[in-house]
């Protein structure tokens, strides 16, 4: 008579709750001591309290935990002409992230990507310049007149107009389907791959409890309308109140006090990496058509980002966040509202240190405002 044998269904753990508990407080301490908030993580107003985990911190907490990321394709839509789908370009790619230690896979997150996605699919028009046809047509500051302004630096004539004046004022600022849908190929392809490994990541060093998915590429998708129609009228919104401590974009004393703020959050012997200062540097140099370094005094830096206070350029850094698009061949800006700061901050540094009186002048070429 042949005996059944009933296995011992329970599952022991891996490691001890000692284990466990040095494991957690590992993870805490390099959260907290060596991730950086708007760079490895960051909050993502409207999408509850917890941080998102941002591409960086997911690729610092994969060396630490001695992970390599590989890519595999799972499903991919390439449709150029729009053909099979109602005439309009659509491209679609679903990758998964799998991480290994040692040669062998301890973990993995899908992730995907679409031209459809409201980021991607639309665009804002801009108003154009009805006498040289270059864009940006800007609001000129209070201060210098008011009007409109076809900002020369930026490649335009310098010509202005009245506020009210029609060949402005009347130009239609509407979201739009983008024309080029197909220039962002490689953008597709890297966010989906970049949602796939921060997914990867949270599982398998269980940081879920720090942070959520890099909720900031996912927009829900609202109305809008192709170029072709005509916009309905608009009621004008009555503006809402707000305090001038929260309203960006920050003016450049405001953007100073902010910064001054954000760089004593770091030791007082912070250096920072030699490589980032230098891609900084070339960053801020296109952005400021080759004039970085009056740019970086009224920034609150000193002309030399070698001699300029540690912590200070870090902070300025860490608010620029400007990337390297291979594809582009060009330093890229995320975030629209950075953008507009540093053009307020181009827009008056080369007439405000020469009108300032003398002491405030010494003040100014230094960097500093008065309290910092």
């Not at 270059?134 to 335009?156: D, F, M, N, R, S």
């Not at 849908?181 to 791959?193: C, E, G, R």
């Not at 305090?243 to 007082?268: C, G, H, I, V």
């Amino acid at each position: 008579m042949s005996e059944i044998v009933v296995a011992n269904s329970f599952m022991e753990p891996v490691a001890s709750v000692d284990q466990a508990l040095a494991r957690y407080q590992k993870v805490k301490e390099f959260v907290s001591k060596i991730l950086k908030e708007d760079v490895d993580f960051g909050t993502i107003p409207g999408t509850g309290s917890k941080p998102a985990l941002l591409k960086p911190g997911a690729e610092k907490l994969s060396t630490f935990f001695g992970l390599h990321p590989i890519f595999e394709i799972l499903e991919k839509t390439e449709d150029w002409t729009g053909d099979q789908h109602g005439g309009e370009a659509f491209f679609y790619y679903m990758y998964r992230c799998n991480l290994l230690r040692n040669g062998e896979i301890v973990g993995s997150g899908d992730g995907s990507c679409n031209s459809w996605e409201k980021k991607y699919r639309y665009r804002m028009t801009e108003r154009i310049c009805p006498d040289c046809g270059h864009t940006p047509v800007i609001k000129g500051k209070q201060e210098y007149g008011g009007g409109w302004l076809c900002w020369a630096k930026k490649g335009g004539c310098g010509n202005k107009w009245l506020i009210g004046d029609p060949v402005i004022a009347d130009q239609k600022v509407d979201v739009v389907k983008n024309p080029d849908p197909a220039d962002q190929v490689n953008t597709y392809l890297k966010i989906s791959q970049k949602r796939s490994m921060v997914a990867a990541v949270l599982v398998t060093v269980n940081a879920s409890d720090y942070f959520t998915q890099d909720i900031e590429d996912y927009i829900p998708e609202g109305t809008y309308k192709d170029v072709t129609e005509e916009a309905a009228p608009k009621q004008a919104p009555v503006p809402k109140k707000k305090s001038d401590n929260s309203k960006r974009p920050w003016q450049p004393d405001k953007l100073r006090e902010m910064l001054r703020k954000k760089a004593d959050t770091y030791p007082k012997d912070y250096v920072v990496d030699e490589k980032a200062r230098q891609q900084f540097a070339a960053a801020l140099d296109q952005f400021t058509v080759g004039k970085r370094k009056p740019v970086q005094v009224e920034l609150g830096l000193l002309e030399s980002t070698k001699d300029s206070d540690q912590c200070y350029l870090q902070a300025v850094m860490d608010w620029l966040c400007a990337s390297w698009n291979s594809d582009l061949q060009s330093y890229l800006v995320e975030k629209p509202v950075v953008l507009e700061e540093l053009a307020l901050v181009v827009a008056q540094f080369d007439s405000t240190v020469d009108s300032l009186p003398k002491d405030e002048k010494i003040i100014a070429e230094l960097g500093m405002t008065e309290g910092y």
